[in-house]
């Protein structure tokens, strides 16, 4: 019996250290579908505020988000928000806010590709993208930030979503809005 019980009993402490929204074993399908799931989470400001933008956009998209934890875009975002004035209070009641933030960082193409493109703001960004690793994953810069696709797998059914990544150290990990 006690035999029986061991693998129970060394599995139930683990699984009490895990968050309690549980295990993140989902696979999203789209960048829609990735910005809904990581919206979920009480901490994840940006993915929040594109959810309404992306709802009313139709058509392809190619979404940035900063490759960090949610309280790392949260501090990040407050950041540059006091520069502007205001407070992370402040943005996540002020809807044209948070709608111009997800039109700045979102562009609306399915894939991102060399050459001068406009994000749903208008805003030109010179990108320039190469394939590298052995993973065959796009690798682009834009503007300051360089982004890899991190739905390049389930092409060409999905839309991008590019992890960013600045350029140097302490510059702005999202476009400005």
Known sequence: MTRRLLPLALTLPLL???DPQGLDLYSPKD????VRSCARAASDIM???MQPTLAAVSGPVSVLLPNMGDDDRR???AQFL????????AFRSDAALQ?????ANIFPVAQLRTGTLRTLDGTPHEVTCKVSGSDRTPDCQIDTLRGRDFLDALKPQADSLYATF???PGQLIFFPF
Not at 31 to 34: I, N, S
Not at 99 to 103: L, P, S
């Open 16 to 18: 009490a250290g895990c």
């Open 82 to 89: 006091s520069g502007r004035n205001t407070t992370l209070a």
């Open 99 to 103: 709608a111009a933030f997800a039109r």
């Open 47 to 49: 993915c929040r505020a």
């Open 75 to 77: 501090d990040a975002l």
């Open 166 to 168: 600045p350029e140097m």
């Open 31 to 34: 960048a829609r579908d990735y």
